[in-house]
Nanobody, 127 residues
Framework: QVQLVESGGGLVQAGDSLRLSCVASGRPFSVYAMGWFRQAPGKGREFVAAISQFGSKTTYADSVKGRFTISRDNAENTLYLQVNSLKPEDTAEYYC????????????????????WGQGTQVTVSS
């Protein structure tokens, strides 16, 4: 098992940046492919970005491509999401998630593929 704790959210203005963090504890971090999801009020949880076990591959939702960057530091058991040029439509609760895998370079896109979730960190973007 792994426990995930997100931080770094806040109330910002459009155009601002934030760096979200997700610290993992439990099993070795490198056995997990990781992802970020978000859920806006009244909407379902949606995929934002994913990264493979050792960070060699990444992928993004079209809505955040070019503005968000996912990264990880396996030595520090930490996943990051750098969010730039924020827009009001980015307002949501942001969740990190872990998918145990033994497939090198594998990326996961759907909620059902992730076994472990953090409690979320709120990002609110004012116009």
């Amino acid at each position: 098992q792994v426990q995930l704790v997100e931080s770094g959210g806040g109330l910002v203005q459009a155009g601002d940046s934030l760096r979200l963090s997700c610290v993992a504890s439990g099993r070795p971090f490198s056995v997990y492919a990781m992802g970020w999801f978000r859920q806006a009020p009244g909407k379902g949880r949606e995929f934002v970005a994913a990264i493979s076990q050792f960070g060699s591959k990444t992928t993004y939702a079209d809505s955040v491509k070019g503005r968000f960057t996912i990264s990880r530091d396996n030595a520090e058991n930490t996943l990051y999401l750098q969010v730039n040029s924020l827009k009001p439509e980015d307002t949501a609760e942001y969740y990190c998630a872990a998918a145990p895998t033994f497939v090198f370079g594998r990326l996961y896109y759907s909620i059902q593929e992730y076994d472990y979730w953090g409690q979320g960190t709120q990002v609110t973007v004012s116009s």
